[in-house]
């Protein structure tokens, strides 16, 4: 054990006799608490903290170099918004032991590489960072850096690679620049004005189709949504116009000048970007959303311009921030609220911004939208006194741009209002919104509140929704969400099939089996006679009609009921819905008779899926059919569409992953028998061994081309339906010389985008079909701007 | 398939940090049902698997709809079972929720527990598993055990407690 020097620093440490009965593993978790925690409020300031633990971790440095090393390295990638603490730690510690630093230098870029394989993109953003800033604290020389970037930006001129690529080594260099441009110009004025030059041709020349698919608002008005790499560009020319004057940065450092610039500097070793596989999967583009700027806090401090570093630096950390702690979310509420600058920045309506940012990020939130609800009440808990106010005044703002935000943000601004308000008594001023009552009920306002309080009721009852609304809203109220049997009055007795659900409705109450249903049953005629398929399975409406109506109806009173009585006469819902045809009019009637409690059709349509009643392909046929028209538009069909497609993605998974386990068995097995090798030529048990094994893998096979073939076939069906209705759409609209860009057209191309956004991954599989079958050349233009946005995203 | 951008898996070269791990919503707490069949152990092993929740401090008119549509928010929920009163078998105040995936219950957890369910905070814990039988109240007098001796009025769980209105 080393003889440690004893630091007046509390946090530093423990008496020399205890350490030496320590378990390796204890050291380095005290090790990495002391490292993770500099930087957290404490009695002594940051630079005494730094300083203290730079003279521990020296001490540790001959028996614990390498764990610190690690560690060292693990919180540059994992915790950027404390970038500049733990590059002045490293400073220190060059300053004090030159290898060492050299060696961290040499692990970092080991790093770095490691993550570029395995395509860990947003992580080795930070090591770059955490590099560049190194140069700050005379770890590195500026020189090196400069070359580093130089091969970056390079990059750009590789041929026959995807543009993204192009852009993520483009964005490791300008996101840098807010912390080591000043220096880097200071040293390197000729070659980074070169390097700004050939960043500004690049930019001007790369594509950006994908732009419009990732956008939360399609107007401009008041802010606009700017593609990332030009938000961030204008940034960089700003700073670069201020002489690289950047303010906002804590910079520890700065207060350790003299002892490190008496260190002796690191040059970075040449590094040449890893070449492009087709493994690599880069960032997706994004779009940069604001919807504040200073006008909006008159009050208080004044919030930088979109354009300004600042801005950029304080929504990364913010977002850096989140994904440390969103597991956590009391210590990310108090982690946000202390990002210091509290007032010099609205630091309120920052964090309210960086949320909303995620939360309406295009194609998915970095995380479960849950999430942020409950982050911003804990947010209201902490600041009682501002926040909630802040949060009222995003609502507003948000709400009075529904006309031009894209449908899926609409879906997410829904979910996270009603559940918002759920928490808070449902108390909101919705007479501040009657503007939206004189307006076409399919517009995105009322639409909007419609969507609200129907969610609303479904997070309470339908009297609570009656009675939080003034009586003017009872045109946006939600149905009552009573079920509707069609033969439940004596005045339908002349309704075919009347006699049949009476005789049934006694049968089920009297605990029918299966089979006496099917008897009952027998006696209903059929309407289609000479639909009879060569099989002998005869699809009949009306029984269907019959039997599902009165089963509903009779477990009418809750979820549990009716998935009780889809369990009970699961044989009876198979054979009646064996064709094709079949499983539509079983959802069809689900519809006719649930049409006002939109949540039971959902979890209906779910059960239904999971016990096979119905299938996937059915459920997409049945939302594109022309008897859904009418709630076509309906948040929930979409989310039932949503649903059945994830259902169907997670069935070919889990059997991939069967089918993937068995292979490593079997492997396994021969692994197993190889090393008995010597003892054993008896081929014969050698191969009943393997038999079952081979034999499952042989099915699991099938299994899952089965699935695949079937998850193809889905998204066929959906875009299909997609193209033939909007093209119908078109066709009326041109024809008949109207404006096609009417609310049911914006909803519909945008449900059309948030197909391919939200299923990205899988859809990239069937690329080449799509565009060969189905996004052709001779589509409209209207629809094929979708196919070819989507493909923009991974170009 | 790969996924571009952060991974939070480890790598070889670093890992992860243990102030990153840190996940205390979704830990066991230290209630321990004593109703249990199994050593302590078995069920500490089932309540780590679990995709089980149990709900408590609900209303006794909260629905299964409400429940269904709030806990869908972290995933699609395989069961729910309202906790009835074993002598007038109508809802007590509690159920359990059931995942399909035992992640989606993490996030129940995570999220949902500490929340507002009918204006009322509601309460998650890990459930080692659904047994028949379970979903009835234990006090004496049907209900639950804290709705026997509660001294306080709560217009959603039948007023006064058992003891005070048996006064």
Sequence with gaps: ?795 | LASAGSGSAAMSSGGTLSILRSDSYAELSQYRDQHFRGTRYDQERLLRKSCTLYVGNLSFYTTEEQIHELFGKSGDIKKVIMGLDKVKKTACGFCFVEYYARGDAENAMRYINGTRLDDRIIRTDWDAGFKEGRQYGRGRSGGQVRDEYRQDYDAGRGGYGKTVQCQ
């Design chain 1, 1 to 795: 054990m080393s003889r440690r020097r004893h630091s007046d620093d509390s946090d530093a440490g423990q008496p020399h006799k205890r350490r030496r009965t320590s378990e390796p593993s204890e050291i380095e978790e005290r090790l990495e608490s002391l490292i993770c925690r500099v930087g957290e409020k404490s009695n002594s300031s940051l630079e005494s903290n730094l300083e203290g633990l730079a003279g521990v971790l020296e001490a540790d440095l001959p028996n614990y170099k390498s764990k610190i090393l690690r560690i060292l390295c693990t919180v540059a990638r994992l915790l950027p918004e404390k970038l500049t603490v733990y590059t002045t730690l490293v400073g220190l510690l060059n300053a004090r032991n030159y290898n060492f630093g050299g060696e961290f230098v040499e692990a970092m870029i080991r790093q770095l590489k490691e993550c570029l394989k395995v395509n860990m993109y947003n992580e080795a953003v930070h090591l770059v960072r955490f590099l560049s800033d190194l140069v700050n604290c005379h770890v590195i020389a500026a020189p090196s850096m400069v070359a580093m970037f130089e091969n970056f930006v390079s990059v750009t001129q590789e041929e026959d690679v995807p543009q993204v690529r192009c852009d993520w080594y483009m964005f490791a260099f300008l996101s840098s620049l807010p912390w080591v441009g000043k220096e880097l110009y200071e040293k390197k004025d000729a070659e980074m004005d070169r390097l700004l030059s050939q960043t500004e041709s690049y930019l001007k020349r790369r594509q950006k189709i994908h732009v419009p698919m990732l956008q939360v608002w399609t107007a401009d008005k008041p802010h606009p949504q700017e593609e990332y790499l030009d938000c961030l560009w204008s940034q960089i020319q700003k700073l670069k116009k201020d002489r690289w004057q950047e303010r906002h940065i804590l910079r520890p450092y700065l207060a350790f000048d003299s002892v490190l610039c008496e260190a002796l500097q690191h040059n970075l070793p040449p590094f040449t970007p890893p070449p492009h596989t087709e493994d690599s999967v880069y960032p997706m583009p994004r779009v940069i959303f604001r919807m504040f700027d200073y006008t909006d806090d008159p009050e208080g401090p004044v919030m930088p311009g979109s354009h300004s570093v600042e801005r950029f630096v304080i929504e990364e950390n913010l977002h850096c921030i989140i994904k440390s702690h969103w597991k956590e979310r009391k210590t990310c509420a108090a982690q946000l609220l202390s990002y210091p600058g509290n007032n010099k920045i609205p630091l309120n309506y920052h964090i309210v911004e960086v949320i909303f940012a995620e939360l309406f990020q295009l194609p998915s939130p970095p995380h479960i939208e849950v999430m942020y609800t409950t982050l911003l009440i804990e947010l209201c808990k902490l600041q009682p006194g501002s926040l909630p106010q802040v949060l009222a005044q995003a609502t507003e703002m948000l709400y009075m741009r529904l006309d031009t935000m894209n449908t899926t943000c609409v879906d997410r601004f829904i979910n996270w209002f009603s559940h918002h308000l759920s928490n808070f008594q449902f108390r909101w001023s919705w007479e501040d919104w009657s503007d939206c009552l004189t307006q076409d009920l399919e517009k995105p306002k009322p639409k909007f509140v419609r969507e609200v309080l129907e969610k609303c009721m479904r997070l309470s009852y339908h009297q609570r929704i009656i009675d939080i609304v003034p009586a003017s809203f009872s045109v946006l109220s939600p149905a009552n969400p009573v079920c509707i049997y069609k033969y439940g009055d004596e005045s339908n007795r002349s309704l075919p099939g009347y006699t049949v659900a009476l005789c049934l409705t006694i049968a089920i109450k009297n605990k029918a089996s299966n089979d006496e249903i099917f008897s009952i049953l027998k006696d209903v005629p059929n309407p289609n006679q000479d639909d009879d398929d060569g099989e002998g399975f005869t699809f009949n409406p009306l029984k269907i009609e019959v039997f599902v109506q009165t089963l509903l109806h009779l477990a009418a009173k809750s979820f549990s009921h009716s998935f009780s009585a889809l369990a009970k006469f699961h044989e009876v819902f198979k054979t009646l819905a064996e064709s094709d045809e079949g499983k539509l009019h079983v959802l069809r009637v689900v519809y006719e008779v649930w049409k006002n409690h939109p949540q039971m059709i959902a979890v209906l349509v779910d059960k239904m899926i999971r016990t096979q009643i119905v299938d996937c392909a059915a459920v997409a046929n049945w939302i594109f059919s022309s008897e859904l028209a009418h709630d076509f538009t309906r948040f929930y069909i979409w989310e039932i569409l949503h649903s059945t497609i994830r259902k169907m993605n997670k069935h070919v998974l889990k059997i991939h992953k069967e089918l993937e386990e068995t292979k490593a068995r079997l492997a396994r097995q021969h692994k197993r028998r190889d090393s008995d090798d010597d003892d054993d030529d008896d081929d014969r048990s050698t191969d009943r061994e393997d038999g079952p094994l081979e034999e499952q893998i042989e099915r699991l096979q099938e299994k899952v081309e089965s699935a695949q073939s079937e998850q193809k076939n889905l998204f066929l069906v959906i875009f299909q339906s997609f193209i033939m209705l909007l093209t119908e759409h078109l066709v009326r609209c041109e024809t008949g010389g109207i404006d096609v860009f009417t609310p049911w057209y914006k909803s519909c191309i945008e449900r059309l985008q948030q197909i391919f956004l939200q299923h990205h991954q899988i859809i990239q599989q069937y690329m080449v079909t799509l565009e060969n079958l189905l996004f052709t050349a001779e589509l409209d233009h209207h629809i094929l701007a979708v196919f070819q946005q989507f493909c923009a995203l991974q170009a």
